[in-house]
């Protein structure tokens, strides 16, 4: 069964440092997000993305933040300058259609900002 | 905006006895409802979801939820309960809207006593 793929699984980074995480979402689906949780805590959204561009951001992703679709594969998250509150997993999902298809979640990057 | 509340943050059960998850939300407009389980250090499995159609769905390892609109709830249940359940439980839920987010509840962790 296809499934959504992430590197790194464990990214450890100091403060003030960027990151990039990676994604690889199932081939045919076309809209791509990503998430992410605070030990311990809820699963948040963060950011959309359908037909090369972003459809919906939350409050969480600020000007730090960026993501790409460098090609018909990968999918980026980017953190500019990482603070100490961006410590949390990182979940890339994909979707073949809309709200109602299921959304397919990656395994998780585990980001620690020192 | 929409929200997800999932009533009991944590829920302890006996190996065999009936398991109910609680969740709530709150909606204008038709919802896409869906739960998940995430088990310690891994990502999000889906369990099942309610489109439309009938209103009480079959999930995965014998877990079934109802969509009761009058009550705005999409519980989650299972006859009898094993110990390989214990794990954290998420519902969610998205609208056929900005390219289909998922908005998280906070989660509940089930216990499952030998």
């Known amino acids: 069964e296809p499934e959504v793929t992430q590197t790194p699984s464990h990214q450890v980074t100091q403060m003030g440092q960027e990151v990039i995480l990676r994604c690889v979402p199932i081939?045919?689906?076309?809209?791509f997000y990503w998430y992410r949780q605070i030990l311990g805590q809820k699963v948040e959204f963060l950011v959309s993305?359908?037909?090369?561009?972003?459809?919906?951001k939350s409050e969480i992703f600020d000007d730090q933040f960026s993501v790409e679709r460098p090609d018909g594969s990968n999918f980026t998250l980017k953190i500019r300058s990482t603070k100490l509150e961006d410590s949390a997993m990182y979940f890339c999902a994909s979707r073949r259609t809309g709200a109602g298809d299921t959304q397919y979640f990656g395994p998780g990057t585990r980001l620690t900002v020192l | 905006a929409q929200s997800v509340t999932q009533l009991g943050s944590h829920v302890s059960v006996s190996e065999g006895a009936l398991v109910l998850l609680r969740c709530n939300y709150s909606s204008s407009v038709p919802p896409y409802l869906f739960w998940y389980v995430q088990y310690p250090n891994q990502g999000l499995q889906l369990l099942l979801k309610y489109t439309t159609g009938a209103t009480l769905v079959k999930g995965i390892n014998g877990f079934e939820a109802e969509f009761k609109k009058s009550e705005t709830s999409f519980h989650l249940t299972k006859p009898s309960a094993h110990m390989s359940d214990a794990a954290e439980y998420f519902c969610a839920v998205s609208y056929n809207t900005n390219a289909g987010k998922s908005t998280f509840g906070d989660g509940t962790t089930l216990t499952v006593k030998p």
């Open positions: 081939s045919n689906h076309l809209y």
């Open positions: 993305f359908y037909n090369n561009e972003i459809s919906e």
